[in-house]
Nanobody, 118 residues
Framework: QVQLVESGGGLVQAGGSLRLSCAAS????????GNWFRQAPGKEREFVAA????????NIADSVKGRFTISRDNAKNTLYLQMNSLKAEDTAVYYC???????????WGQGTQVTVSS
């Protein structure tokens, strides 16, 4: 079992930045793909970004490309999402998820709220 805890969310003005962290415990995350999703009020959960086991492959949703960066530190057992140039439409609960391969999501965090004021 892998337990995931997100942190770093909050209230920020449009154009600002936040860095989300997803701390894992239970197992080393080096065996898992890392992912970020988000869910805005009244909308379905959507994919934001993914990163392979060693960080060599990354996939970013078009809606955040050029503004968000996914990274990982396997030594710290932590996944990150750097969010720059935030927009009001980025307001959502952000979740991290991990799975043994891409597009497999075995473990989820509880989410962290990001609110961007315009």
């Amino acid at each position: 079992q892998v337990q995931l805890v997100e942190s770093g969310g909050g209230l920020v003005q449009a154009g600002g930045s936040l860095r989300l962290s997803c701390a894992a415990s239970g197992r080393a995350i080096s065996s898992y793909y890392g992912n970020w999703f988000r869910q805005a009020p009244g909308k379905e959960r959507e994919f934001v970004a993914a990163i392979s086991w060693a960080g060599t492959n990354r996939n970013i949703a078009d809606s955040v490309k050029g503004r968000f960066t996914i990274s990982r530190d396997n030594a710290k057992n932590t996944l990150y999402l750097q969010m720059n140039s935030l927009k009001a439409e980025d307001t959502a609960v952000y979740y991290c998820a991990m799975g043994r391969t891409g597009r497999v999501y075995e473990y989820w965090g509880q989410g962290t709220q990001v609110t961007v004021s315009s």
